[in-house]
Structures are given as C-alpha cells and as structure tokens.
C-alpha cells in the first residue's frame, strides 16, 4: 500500500460505557495508523449487541474522541442501523450451505465438552446440530467450519507477527445469529469493515483469537481480507482486560493530553514532550510512522 492510495482504517467502540483507557489505546493506535498512510479513519459505533448496550455511552465516546482530537474523516456508521447488510450477508452464506440451525443450550455445549475429554474440547463447539437438530427447536444459527488443513488459518499480524488458528479444534462452527435474535460480532464486523472498504484494521489484541474466524468469513463472501495489527492490551492490577467490569474507569475529558500521552507509552512511543494536541498527535504520527509507516 502506498501513501494515500485507499487507505482506510477505522476504531469500532462498543457502546457499553464510557471511553476508557483501555480503549484510548485502540483508538490512538488505529488513529495514528491511518494518520501515517495519509489515510481515511472511521468511527464505527458497535451497537448490534442490544443488551449490553447502554443509552448514552455512544454519543458520550464520540463526545470524548472529538475532545482528545481524534475526528472521524467520514460519517460515523452505528451497526444497528445496517440489520438489512447482516440480513442478505447471513442469506447469502445460508443459500451457499455454510449456516445451519442449532438447538444447543450454552449448558448442554458445555456438558458435551466435559464428557468428551478431548485436550481441546475446552473451547470448540462440538458440531451437536451440524447434521440435524435432533429434534430440538431451532435458537442459534451457526457457520460452519470447515475440517483437516483446510481448518488452519495463517496470517502475519503487523504488531504480533505469524498468527495461526485451527478453527476446527480450537473454535468450532461459531455462532452467526445469537438465540435471543442478535447478529453475532463476527458477522457484523466482516460486513462492516468490507462495506466500509477497510484496508488496514488496528485493534486491541484480545480479538486475535477472532481474527481467523473473520478471514474465513471474508472468503466466504468473497471480500477482500485487511491487513491487520493488534496492540497489546492493557490490563489492570490483576493482570485482567482492562473493561468496565474489570474496573476501567472514563478517562478524564478535562485532561487530554494526559491520557494520551499514557496511552502513547502503551504503544511504546517514546514520552511525547508536547504542548498542545496538535504537536502531540504530530510527534505521535512521526514516531507511528518509522515503526509502521508504509
Ligand atoms: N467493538 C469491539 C470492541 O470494542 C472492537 C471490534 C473490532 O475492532 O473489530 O472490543
């Protein structure tokens, strides 16, 4: 990819609280990524999951990213607005013969997992409805993987290096359409970032373990793959994410320079010695740039 030429990243928050550090990082880093390409930069409000949502939190980070200086080159795009592209993507998949029904509850997952003992049955679903409900009604709608080598997903993270994932043993057919009705993340995001054209994806490093899930769904459905890079996350104490339920608290409007500057030194530039945020997301940048630059 050279300069300028179609680059376009975007920070997808899920409207589940305030901004907080932990997700300060993420922005940044996807901002400073696209600042260095000379590139397009989106904000995506992830709000397809209704329960957790919370009223207000949305407008309340766009609120905070426009304060810490970090705007959206294009409108942003709310998920719950776009059912319609989940919808004839999830058709699309289904007449393909990818999709098929599960009756499972979570509990009966996780009881077929403990009598298998399999060393990675831990985490895979189990493939219970793959050929058949067995009788049961219909709750989830599931993706199938596929099984073999053809299973194994490699691709070269920027942050990360060589990243490879056997969805098979280590993910199983996951979920496309939750029981309560809710279009899965996974989804979601494919749809989104290809209808958003997204060349370049930068995000925490706890979705990862997401990323071959999303490279198979994109082959599926014939759109392009985004380069991709994870930064690392950031923790708490406890070495937990660091999340609203892990005791994140908003960041302090008042001081964005501050917070920005921390969150620089997450992403291991070099403390910014700046004044104001024009030189900081200028030093910023140049700093992105020599490490990541095109
Ligand atoms: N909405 C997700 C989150 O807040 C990020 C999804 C993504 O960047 O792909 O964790």
Known sequence: MTAGQGYRGR???????????????????????????????????E?????????????????????FGMHSDEKPVWQSEREDAYQRAFNQLLS??????????????????????????????????????HGKPPRAW?????????????????????????????????????????WAYQLAVVVDDADCGITHVVRGADLLDSTARQIYLQRCLDVPT???????????????KLSKQTGATALDTAKPLAALTQAARHLSLEPLSAGSLEAFFLDATTQWARRFGP
């Open 11 to 45: 920070f997808a928050p899920s409207p589940t609280g305030p901004l907080h550090f932990g997700s300060l990082v993420s922005a940044l880093a996807s901002f400073l990524d696209a600042r260095a390409h000379r590139g397009t930069w989106l904000v995506r409000i």
């Open 47 to 67: 709000d397809v999951d209704g329960p957790r949502t919370v009223a207000g939190a949305a407008d309340d980070i766009l609120e905070t990213l426009r304060r």
């Open 96 to 133: 393909a013969g990818f999709v098929f029904p599960c009756g499972c509850t979570r509990r009966e997952i996780a009881d077929s997992l403990a009598h298998a003992h399999l060393r990675h049955a831990t985490l895979a679903y189990p493939g219970t409805c793959r050929d058949g409900l």
């Open 142 to 182: 599931r993706m199938r993987v596929p099984d073999g080598d053809a299973a194994i997903f490699t691709f070269e993270d920027r942050w990360q290096g060589t990243q490879t994932q056997d969805l098979a043993t280590e993910v199983g057919d996951f979920v496309l359409k939750r029981a309560d009705g809710e």
């Open 226 to 240: 985004p380069v991709y890079l994870h930064v690392p996350v950031v923790e708490n104490d406890h070495g937990e």
